[in-house]
């Protein structure tokens, strides 16, 4: 996911150039793990500050449901807007920012614009704090831990010990 950027940083404002994205990610997370190459389509434009990209990729995370706590897969699709600051000047070569670490993005040296980060964390944005395998998933019984999509347990219609006794009680009186 790396794109030479040197022809559209000598062009004029408002240039762009369409590519592909496609490639892998590590997400660096237990919890999700992207199962399937990215891809999608990006616009790069120069612009006063350097390249703007913007773009749209699809991402297929694996999970666990939060209520079945079995794995699944989903499609994301994911937006990507970003700044990328050149570090030299392609024209002088002089340095024009040194790369920070403040969380801006930059072209390399070499003017090679790296979009892989600014995926990485697009795709975070879009994970759920809480992953549903389906909407109506039933989850587990909190009684015998059965998976209650796929089978049915007795649970909820037995009376507990503790209920039986209040019944008996209410009889009597
Ligand atoms: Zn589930
Ligand atoms: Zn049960």
């Not at 490639?23 to 399937?36: A, K, M, P, T």
């Not at 990215?38 to 297929?60: A, C, H, S, W």
């Not at 999970?63 to 897969?73: D, G, K, S, V």
């Amino acid at each position: 996911m790396i794109y030479n950027v040197a022809q559209l940083l000598k062009g004029s404002n408002g240039v762009s150039i369409d590519a592909e994205i496609d490639g892998d990610v590590v997400l660096d997370s237990e919890e999700f793990r992207i199962v399937e190459p990215i891809e999608g389509m990006v616009r790069l434009q120069r612009v006063t500050n350097g390249i703007f990209v913007e773009g749209e990729f699809d991402v297929t995370v694996e999970m666990t449901c939060a209520r079945c706590l079995e794995p699944f897969e989903e499609t994301f699709t994911c937006q990507l807007r970003e700044l990328f600051k050149p570090t030299i000047d392609i024209l002088t070569g002089a340095i024009v920012h040194e790369q920070s670490g403040d969380g801006d993005f930059y072209i390399d040296d070499h003017h090679q614009l790296n979009i892989t980060e600014a995926v990485r964390q697009n795709t975070i944005l879009a994970l759920p704090m809480q992953p549903l395998c389906s909407e109506t998933c039933k989850g587990l019984c909190p009684m015998c831990g059965k998976n209650l999509n796929n089978e049915i347990c007795n649970c909820a219609e037995t009376p507990s010990e503790h209920w039986n006794a209040l019944k008996s009680l209410t009889f009597d009186n």
